[in-house]
């Protein structure tokens, strides 16, 4: 190979790596258009954080404490004694009435299973259900809690129609007495017995 061909191959791999070097320098990109970028999200909501509350106990202030403080207290001090004399007369003059209270403190007996022991009225037994169902219908147009119980076998099964229960005996006594003014029925006074399932 003679030099001049020698000479030409070394310019051109010069020029190649000269090119490879300084032409990514020259064309970086950096004048390129970038399209504008923008975000969807809403901006982030502007949230008030209320003070904490404080709890303030509220003042009572007595009716006869009002009246002492409105009536000046001159000549020795009876205006408030005659203050306190208006407030207890207009205490007696209201009328005070009493009732019984409708619960009572009494710890009722327990039974075997853990309740109270109740009591309920065994009204009728039929052998036709229909006359039951009637029977239970008119009980409840009254207002009475009422409900039907099958005795006995398929073939021979009796349709004992209960009221009640009640967890005070004496209460099931007077319920007694009501139902056999409104429904001319000697109903027998039974214990309340939880139906198995």
Do not use: C
């Amino acid at each position: 190979m003679n030099q001049g061909t020698k000479q030409r191959i070394v310019g051109t791999v010069v020029l190649l790596t000269a090119a490879i070097v300084f032409l990514p320098i020259i064309f970086d990109g950096g004048g390129s258009y970038q399209p504008a970028i923008s975000s969807r999200m809403p901006e982030p909501p502007q949230v008030s954080i209320l003070p904490q509350p404080v709890q303030n106990r509220p003042v009572i202030i007595a009716d006869t404490e009002l009246e002492a403080q409105a009536v000046p207290a001159t000549g020795g001090g009876t205006a408030s004694v005659d203050a306190e004399a208006e407030s207890a007369d207009a205490q007696e003059t209201v009328p005070v009435t009493t009732s019984e209270p409708v619960f009572s403190r009494e710890v009722p007996e327990l039974n075997s299973v853990g309740l109270p022991a109740s009591w309920v009225v065994r009204l009728a037994s039929f052998s036709d259900g229909d006359n039951a169902r009637n029977l239970l219908a008119r009980l409840h147009d009254a207002g009475y809690k009422a409900y039907i119980r099958s005795v006995g076998s398929a073939e021979d099964a009796l349709s004992r129609v209960y009221v009640g229960p009640w967890v005070v005996r004496a209460r099931a006594d007077e319920s007694q007495k009501r139902l056999q003014e409104q429904f001319q029925l000697a109903g027998l006074i039974v214990s309340y017995e939880v139906k198995q399932l």
